[in-house]
């Protein structure tokens, strides 16, 4: 499916309870969001690239929606029908400089930092029975449903678009479950939507 590239990827953070408790937070009263930039994209098959500015660089399996027509306050009823395509993501995470920039542009924002799928249209697919699964080298780290979403995707569009346009072939990054950990060079990385297919990257050094 050929969509625009997207004019902003838009991230969600701790959109899962168990997720959330892992690194010493809890879920937010609102979404929390913040950006990864299109330039971070990559496709199935690409390298993600360990940048020599972190020591630890993590997976976070997630499902994107991909957005098909120009969303501007939209509610949560409406939402789903500016969707086009759900897609697998890789949110890949420099967990060192998050911490300490604070800000997390960098931490999130590097190139290679974006895997993302092949697009499966959205007709017939019900968003609340989407899974992830994250796999470091065959084995799985990551398993979460859309049921346990903080944050349910008719919430994120319509809590988004209340803030910024949504424009097609923009990217919501809707949040990794529990399990996130370390990728080392030579590791392959994995993320599957069961359904929808498989996003799987090597990774490198620079
Ligand atoms: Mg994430």
Not at 59 to 69: C, K, L, S, T, W
Not at 81 to 92: E, H, I, Q, T, W
Not at 149 to 178: K, N, Q
Request: charge should be negative; aromatic fraction near 4%; proline fraction near 10%.
């Amino acid at each position: 499916m050929t969509l625009p590239r997207p004019s902003k990827i838009v991230c969600v953070g701790r959109n899962y309870l168990e997720h959330a408790r892992e690194l010493g937070n809890e879920v937010p009263e609102r979404p929390l969001l913040f950006f990864k930039p299109p330039s971070a994209l990559i496709t199935n098959g690409e390298a993600i690239v360990l940048p020599r500015e972190s020591g630890r660089v993590e997976h976070e399996g997630e499902i994107a929606v991909v957005i098909g027509r120009r969303a501007r306050h939209v509610t949560e009823d409406q939402a789903l029908r500016y969707v086009a395509a759900y897609a697998p993501l890789n949110d890949v995470t420099a967990r060192d400089l998050q911490k300490t920039d604070g800000q997390w542009a960098r931490a999130k924002g590097f190139d290679t930092f974006c895997p993302l799928g092949e697009p499966v249209p959205a007709e017939a697919i019900d968003p609340r029975e989407l899974e992830v699964v994250c796999r470091v080298n065959g084995e799985e780290r990551q398993r979460g449903r859309a049921s346990q979403m903080a944050f349910p995707i008719p919430v994120l569009i319509a809590y988004i678009s209340g803030i910024m346009t949504l424009e097609p072939g923009d990217v919501i990054a809707t949040g990794t479950p529990a399990g996130v950990g370390p990728l080392q060079p030579g590791d392959r990385v994995e993320v599957e939507v069961p359904g929808l297919g498989v996003l799987s990257n090597p990774v490198r050094e620079p």
